[in-house]
């Protein structure tokens, strides 16, 4: 920010952009990274700058801004953040950083300190005991942010307790690499062939895409097709990427040059609604290719049979599906790699049975939110990574509220919504209770003058509003009309359980309504909300606390966990945030889950970045040491057999 003598200004505006640059503001007096007003003077102490300012206002002009050091006056004052950027992300006064040799401090402020007659810049980490590090600002990579507990106990500095803590974990976790070495040394041990660099299907892909890939979508293609045709051995690789940021087009891109090589794909999904649209998908994008491409989920039930065989006969090469491709009754003839869109999505059988499958493929997952396990296998180095954070062109944040159930505010929404010709899903996860709920619905709608009627076959749309429901205990042919219409415009709102919150891409549904959020966890918030804001009209959710069938009163609690699930959500309004919220979730349910009792423990103590980092370290000296072990035994080998010749 920089803040021009004789120009104008809102001082209130000046607060709040101090404020988000990591300013706070004092009573009395200020220091690096706060500011003070007293009447029509603003004092600043900018932490690019060794002394405070002060800025006087006639009105809303600046009329001087002057040193507090040399009472010299300035034409301009520049104002750089207080934050720190790692290699995780923006971090501001109050975050708990690890630095790997000092231990976990606070971050309090940059600032500028003389030596030697030099201005420097540095940064100020306050320890347990009141002891301050002051760190050179241009090393602050080497800095991590803590994820693990909460409030996580701070480092003396200069004494032993770090150092033995750190040589703890990482006994630890020289035995833990060896564990999760046999386990993808399994995975290592199945041999193939690279797959084909002729990249001739690859190239009709991409000159019939009406977009150009963002450079995130291009590195994200690049490292897994160096995967795929400079390897030996199958990949297990997760891409992530915000809902709608083409996760997808960069796995179907992929996706070629194992068919290119005469291999068969198979596109795991977790729900009928989206295996039905990435079939949709698939067909219009591989139009001009001679793929054989069909669908295996309860929509086309009644063909199961034939496609099964053709499967086994190699005469599909894409298939696409639920949990149904998982069955034992389906023999792949030649399946070079499998995608899986949100692997958490699976129930527990279904993730055992892909185990088994994963062993001997090359996998592609695609995820959002990464569940916790996933994220630090990633993190650790024990699965290859890509990540897509540049949205697409056009693409907007979506406006999140989280509320107590109330009647007014939820017809405000319907009406906005409704009055720009918008549709609306509304979740209520209770199939049990989903009918009284239309029925609510129905009649707040008509008590509020809105008129309203229930979806039925062969209707035709006037101006009514039209409430249709879906259902994952629906028929096929039920689920998919409905579907098919609300993707046609004849429906107006969507009462559904989560069926729909994988894969719908629908651009003219830009307002969510969920009942009862409290009772979700995160990563279901954080996708559903992904239904939303697909294209470049503003978009709104609303995720209320309590439901339509029930009152929320005003002294009933909720659980911390959940309050912390919502304040997470509703944090994060900018697209691409589902990494984010990922590490997030990790905080909130702590790692006993991701780890086990005694390794959470270990994780807790320096935090899961530098976790990782210790873990990927031992996990290369355990190979190092494996080698050399497998040369020595080679040359042991060697020398026999030579002694044996004489």
Request: without cysteine; positive net charge.
């Amino acid at each position: 920010m920089i803040l021009n003598r004789e120009s104008k200004y809102y001082i209130s505006e000046i607060h709040r952009t101090l404020t988000s640059y990591g300013y706070s503001r004092e009573q009395l007096g200020v220091h690096p990274g706060t500011f003070s007003q007293k009447g029509d003077a603003l004092t600043i102490w900018p932490v690019n700058s060794d002394h405070n300012f002060r800025v006087d206002f006639f009105g809303n002009i600046i009329e001087q801004i002057i040193s507090l050091t040399s009472n010299k006056e300035h034409k301009s004052l520049t104002i750089n953040k207080n934050s720190i950027i790692t290699e995780d992300g923006e971090y501001f006064p109050g975050a708990f950083i690890v630095h790997p040799y000092h231990g976990i401090g606070i971050f309090q402020t940059n600032l500028i300190k003389n030596v030697s007659g030099e201005n420097k810049q540095f940064i100020h980490l306050e320890y347990a005991k009141n002891d301050s590090l002051y760190f050179p600002k241009n090393r602050e990579k080497e800095l991590m942010v803590y994820i693990g507990r909460k409030k996580p106990r701070l480092t003396r500095l200069n004494s032993d307790s770090w150092h033995n803590t750190k040589q703890r974990v990482t006994e630890n976790l020289l035995v833990l690499a060896k564990e999760l070495l046999e386990i993808y040394s399994q995975r290592s041990a199945h041999k193939r062939k690279p797959f084909s660099k002729d990249f001739g299907f690859l190239r009709v892909l991409e000159e019939s895409f009406d977009y150009k890939l963002t450079i995130d979508q291009q590195k994200a293609l690049g490292e897994i097709i160096d995967n795929l045709t400079n390897t030996d051995y199958p990949q297990d690789h997760l891409l992530v990427g915000d809902v709608g940021f083409g996760k997808t087009e960069v796995a179907i891109r992929a996706a070629s040059v194992v068919l290119a090589s005469g291999r068969q794909v198979a596109l795991l999904s977790p729900t009928t609604i989206l295996s039905a649209q990435h079939e949709t998908l698939l067909v219009e994008r591989f139009k001009d290719l001679p793929i054989k491409i069909a669908q295996l989920s309860r929509f086309n039930s009644s063909n199961h049979t034939e496609i099964i065989d053709k499967i086994s006969n190699n005469q599909i090469d894409f298939i696409v599906g639920t949990h149904k491709l998982l069955s034992e009754k389906i023999n792949f003839e030649n399946l070079g790699l499998l995608i899986i869109d949100e692997e958490q999505r699976f129930g527990v059988k279904q993730k055992e049975k892909l185990k088994k499958v994963k062993q001997n493929i090359d996998v592609i997952s695609l995820s959002a939110t990464p569940i916790p396990r996933t994220l630090f296998m990633s993190l650790s180095g024990l699965r290859s990574l890509s990540l897509i954070n540049m949205p697409p062109i056009g693409r907007k944040g979506v406006s999140v509220s989280v509320k107590k159930f109330n009647q007014k505010t939820l017809i405000d929404y319907l009406k906005r919504e409704l009055d720009r010709k918008g549709q609306i899903y509304y979740i209520h996860n209770r199939v049990q209770s989903i009918h009284a709920a239309k029925n609510r619905l129905a009649k707040l709608l008509k008590e509020n003058k809105i008129k309203n009627r229930i979806f039925e076959k062969s209707m035709t749309k006037d101006d009514y509003v039209v409430i249709g429901v879906a259902h994952g205990q629906m028929s096929e042919s039920g689920l998919s009309e409905t579907m098919n219409h609300f993707l046609s415009g004849d429906i107006d709102i969507l009462l559904s359980s989560t069926i729909v919150e994988n894969g719908l891409d629908h651009p003219n549904a830009n307002t969510l309504i969920i009942d009862n959020a409290e009772q979700f966890g995160l990563s279901d918030l954080y996708q559903l909300r992904g239904r939303i804001g697909r294209r470049d009209r503003k978009a709104y959710a609303l995720f209320m606390i309590g439901g339509i069938l029930s009152s929320f009163s005003e002294d009933k609690i909720i659980s911390n966990t959940a309050r912390e699930r919502l304040s997470a959500i509703a944090e994060i309004e900018e697209i691409g945030g589902g990494w984010q919220l990922a590490l997030k979730d990790l905080e909130i349910r702590g790692s006993g889950n991701l780890l086990g009792r005694e390794q959470s423990g270990y994780m807790e103590a320096i935090g899961l970045l530098l976790y990782s980092k210790l873990l990927k370290e031992a996990v290369d000296h355990v190979k190092k040491d494996e080698l050399k072990k497998h040369l020595q035994a080679k040359i042991n080998s060697t020398s026999f057999s030579v002694q044996d010749k004489f």
